[in-house]
């Protein structure tokens, strides 16, 4: 059966025409991109660079449950979901959702449950650097 | 029994470990690791929460673990 998922941690770039190329396909009307980035600031303070660091096998596991129940609720044809791990500068690529369907609205939704998703399973963590510290996003010690 | 830890995330910082192997009684819930947790590393203490994963799966609290599990912690994710 033709591999309708890819699903990817790195620690180098990632490349969105590998994204692209790997879900682009005849049959489809339209691809869905979602592309974090790293921004400049979090409530006005300057951001210098984030930090990624995951739980590699297990990070992989949860992506590739994602993809898979992407593919089974939704009516798309193939999807790719990649993360990049290390140091991160602002602009920086973190993650790349690409999702192609017959028609768009369902590639769409593919792309929001997915990220959505992400942010809420995928063992990955960011800690965020400041000119004068650093402090790890969503906990609150 | 054995297991192996394995922390994450703003939880190596608490700790100061990555991964440690454990010694544990036998029939130990995931719950009752928890506590054994926060009193071994009164620090963990100052989350709000951590999951548990055992052998690379979210665990429920209900969970008993065996000998040679590889559980981690996992604080509050942050990816994408």
Same mark, same amino acid.
């Given at each position: 059966?033709?591999?309708? !998922?890819?699903?990817?941690?790195?620690?180098?770039?990632?490349?969105?025409?590998?994204?692209?190329? #790997?879900?682009?396909?005849?049959?489809?009307?339209?691809?869905?991109? #979602?592309?974090?980035?790293?921004?400049?600031?979090?409530?006005?303070?300057? +951001? !210098?660079?984030?930090?990624?660091?995951?739980?590699?096998?297990?990070?992989?596991?949860?992506?590739?449950?994602?993809?898979?129940?992407?593919?089974?609720?939704?009516?798309?044809?193939?999807?790719?979901?990649?993360?990049?791990?290390?140091?991160?500068?602002?602009?920086?690529?973190?993650?790349?959702?690409?999702?192609?369907?017959?028609?768009?609205?369902?590639?769409?939704?593919?792309?929001?449950?997915?990220?959505?998703?992400?942010?809420?399973?995928?063992?990955?963590?960011?800690?965020?650097?400041?000119?004068?510290?650093? +402090?790890?996003?969503?906990?609150?010690? | 029994?054995?297991?192996?830890?394995?922390?994450?995330?703003?939880?190596?910082? %608490?700790?100061?470990?990555?991964?440690?192997?454990?010694?544990?009684?036998?029939?130990?819930?995931?719950?009752?690791?928890?506590?054994?947790?926060?009193?071994?590393?009164?620090?963990?203490?100052?989350?709000?929460?951590?999951?548990?994963?055992?052998? $690379?799966?979210?665990?429920?609290?209900?969970?008993? %673990?065996? $000998?040679?599990?590889?559980?981690?912690?996992?604080?509050?994710?942050?990816?994408?």
């Amino acid at each position: 059966m033709e591999n309708k !998922t890819s699903v990817k941690i790195t620690s180098d770039t990632l490349n969105l025409q590998e994204c692209y190329n #790997f879900v682009q396909d005849a049959a489809c009307g339209g691809i869905a991109l #979602f592309i974090g980035t790293v921004r400049n600031a979090t409530q006005n303070k300057e +951001v !210098t660079l984030l930090d990624f660091s995951g739980y590699e096998p297990m990070a992989i596991k949860e992506m590739q449950k994602i993809a898979d129940t992407a593919l089974v609720k939704f009516a798309i044809h193939k999807i790719a979901i990649h993360h990049a791990i290390g140091e991160l500068k602002i602009g920086d690529i973190p993650v790349i959702i690409a999702v192609s369907s017959a028609h768009r609205k369902a590639a769409f939704e593919a792309c929001e449950f997915a990220i959505d998703t992400l942010k809420e399973t995928v063992p990955i963590w960011k800690k965020e650097h400041f000119e004068d510290g650093e +402090v790890w996003v969503n906990t609150h010690p | 029994m054995k297991i192996q830890l394995l922390f994450f995330g703003i939880t190596t910082d %608490l700790t100061g470990e990555n991964s440690i192997n454990f010694e544990l009684n036998t029939d130990i819930t995931v719950q009752d690791l928890k506590e054994v947790l926060m009193q071994k590393f009164p620090k963990l203490k100052n989350m709000h929460q951590f999951a548990i994963a055992v052998n $690379e799966e979210y665990a429920e609290d209900t969970l008993t %673990l065996k $000998e040679n599990d590889v559980v981690a912690i996992i604080p509050p994710v942050s990816g994408g």
